[in-house]
T-cell receptor, first 114, second 111 residues
Framework: DAGITQSPRHKVTETGTPVTLRCHQT?????MYWYRQDPGHGLRLIHY???????DKGEVSDGYSVSRSKTEDFLLTLESATSSQTSVYFC?????????????FGNGTRLTVT | ELKVEQNPLFLSMQEGKNYTIYCNYS?????LYWYRQDPGKSLESLFV?????AVKQEGRLMASLDTKARLSTLHITAAVHDLSATYFC???????????FGAGTILRVKS
């Protein structure tokens, strides 16, 4: 798994509650990403980071925020969870750290918002 | 806006048969990636295609890239059950920093 750990692996939460998902890497890579996976949509980029405290929005960033205070940790926060945010969330790093390197993904977090 | 379309979205094949999955994209890019995902699992990188005419092969899978046609293909030769999975193509939107994924092709190989 290229040294990527996501936590929690599963979470059920209620609408309106805040939720934080964690991605931890042991590879010291600069680039980290959060994607969500939904049937029929493939994976869609939420936010990504290109260094400590350096983040940028992806294509589906509304309702999500991120933070990266250390190279190894990238946090995704749903400030007030909605049912439309029920999804599988994947964290990824750029394997090898090179621009053309493929992404290596964590095992995913399955989030259900009731 | 970059759009990536895969077809078919679902493919049921008999073992031993050949088939091709297509990945079309809407704007210029010369970096395309193929991934495999088994049910309930993470994504695994299969191929990285970095230039027009690039061809990569691994076992029964062969991927190619035609940047002029904005098309990549994933060809399956003599399918076996172990190839059953979902296959995604992804195109680089911003030089190495933002991949846009297709919706995925669910492949089922029947014996």
């Amino acid at each position: 798994d290229a040294g990527i750990t996501q936590s929690p692996r599963h979470k059920v939460t209620e609408t309106g509650t805040p939720v934080t998902l964690r991605c931890h890497q042991t590879e010291n890579h600069r680039y980290m990403y959060w994607y969500r996976q939904d049937p029929g949509h493939g994976l869609r980029l939420i936010h990504y980071s290109y260094g400590v405290k350096d983040t940028d929005k992806g294509e589906v960033s509304d309702g999500y925020s991120v933070s990266r205070s250390k190279t190894e940790d990238f946090l995704l926060t749903l400030e007030s969870a909605t049912s439309s945010q029920t999804s599988v969330y994947f964290c990824a790093i750029k394997g090898g750290g090179m621009k053309n390197s493929p992404l290596h993904f964590g095992n995913g977090t399955r989030l259900t918002v009731t | 806006e970059l759009k990536v379309e895969q077809n078919p979205l679902f493919l049921s094949m008999q073992e031993g048969k050949n088939y091709t999955i297509y990945c079309n994209y809407s704007t210029t890019s010369d970096r395309l990636y193929w991934y495999r995902q088994d049910p309930g699992k993470s994504l695994e990188s299969l191929f990285v295609l970095l230039s027009n005419g690039a061809v990569k092969q691994e076992g029964r899978l062969m991927a190619s890239l035609d940047t002029k046609a904005r098309l990549s293909t994933l060809h399956i030769t003599a399918a076996v059950h172990d190839l059953s999975a979902t296959y995604f193509c992804a195109v680089d939107r911003e030089y190495g920093n933002k991949l846009v994924f297709g919706a995925g092709t669910i492949l089922r190989v029947k014996s």
